[in-house]
């Protein structure tokens, strides 16, 4: 069994083993991957945010600076951390100096509020939280404090503030229910012995797109979400001469590893963050930053080829444009590659893991309707009727898979997982799907009874 995190359902040893026989799995811990990529990539721009631009030497050496604060502040290894951060690289060095510190960071969408916040800290027993002060007008800290204030298990805060804006909380402070608040800035130490990590250890958690119920957490290993974002950037024929922009939020699956920041880390690229989708927002950093891959959601496809002139942008240096969300009508797809001058790729997938891309060689019919085939060799995948019965082939049925990198259960959620996975460890995605002739699945739309994604998440972006 895997050495997870209690609450987390491992995967049987025979999978364990024939992920590693087959190269899937390798063992390395994502912030020790980063290790490397900074010794083979270090004066290659990593991030770029507004006129922010910071080297793969210099993103790893923030992340130790800042891993080595958090412990020195009082985090421990194991302890889950929420991080609530847009997309700035603040979100980035986080995530990787949480990992690096042994801790766990779970993803929150910077939209979430008390309700949904209190929540993951509950389930996590969070000892940690990090996000903005404020940001547009929400005032973050008040809700952490007020979370803390609550319960027992939020004891550390850390603030990320405006540039050039004052903390309105005094900065270093510890308030009467011995929740401490420290910020994010200020997180910094001389790095100290690396610590020893199990890459079948939990490395994050990101959350469920399911909007009828409360989120659930999804644990992410290092191994399986190395390979996953490994096996993307494979799949797109990613390079360091390739630029990401992430205008999707950071912390989804699809902006983060399909093959999204990390895939784009891991061959030495670069990641440009936007905070806004408008186009207004993205496609003058298209044009400055000469992006050739980015990810979007359908809704967020048809506004930036419905842009007025005033916003129109050079957007040749556009390869690839990979969308998911809520199926793209046939309509906007036909538009998108002679608007863009690039290749469209379809993608299905959820932050549980099955993920279906098409093929950027595939013939352009293929790229219109159909979200794909399974990105590994050993994700298996079945289409079933109501009582669990496969249909024939090319019938319509509800989408299980299991593979390398869909976990086997949501934490702590074991009345969840009795429906949300079969017996011998099939995820019911939820989704209705049919299978092509050629091996492409068509998603057509969810079962009635299971609960709605939010429109990042599904039916057919992860």
Known sequence: MTSM?????????????????AGHWRGYTLDNLLRDWALQYGPRTALVHGGTRITYANLNRRVDRMAAGFRLRGLRAGQRVVVQLPNVPEFVVTVFA?????????????????SEVSHLVRVTEAAGYVGPSTYQGFDHTAMAADIAARGPFLRRVFTLETPGAASPYGGLRTDPSGCHYFPLGSVDAPPGPALAQGADQVAFFLLSGDTAVAPQLVPRTHNDYAYQARAAAELVSLTENDVYLAALPAESNLAFGCPGIVGTLSVGGT????????????LPVIERERVTLTSVVSAVARLWLDVPPTVRADVSS??????????L???TAERTGPAWGCRLQQVFGTAEGPLTLTRPADPDETMLT????PLSPDDEIRIVDAEGKDVPEGEPGELLARGPYTPRGYYRAPDRNARAFTPDGYFRTGDLAQRTPDGNLVVTGRIEEAP??????????P
Request: glycine share 8%; aromatic share 6%; proline share 12%.
């Open 329 to 331: 009508d046939r309509a």
């Open 318 to 327: 556009l390869r690839l444009v990979q969308i998911g969300g809520a199926p």
């Open 370 to 373: 159909p979200q794909g085939r």
């Open 5 to 21: 995190l209690d609450g987390c359902t491992p995967w049987p040893e025979e999978f364990v083993d024939r992920y590693w026989a």
């Open 98 to 114: 949480l990992m690096r510190a042994g801790a766990v960071p779970v993803f929150c969408p910077v939209t979430h509020r008390a």
């Open 271 to 282: 990641v440009v963050l936007a905070e806004n989708p408008e186009p207004a927002a993205c």
């Open 452 to 461: 709605r994604r939010t429109d990042h998440e599904a039916p057919s972006g």
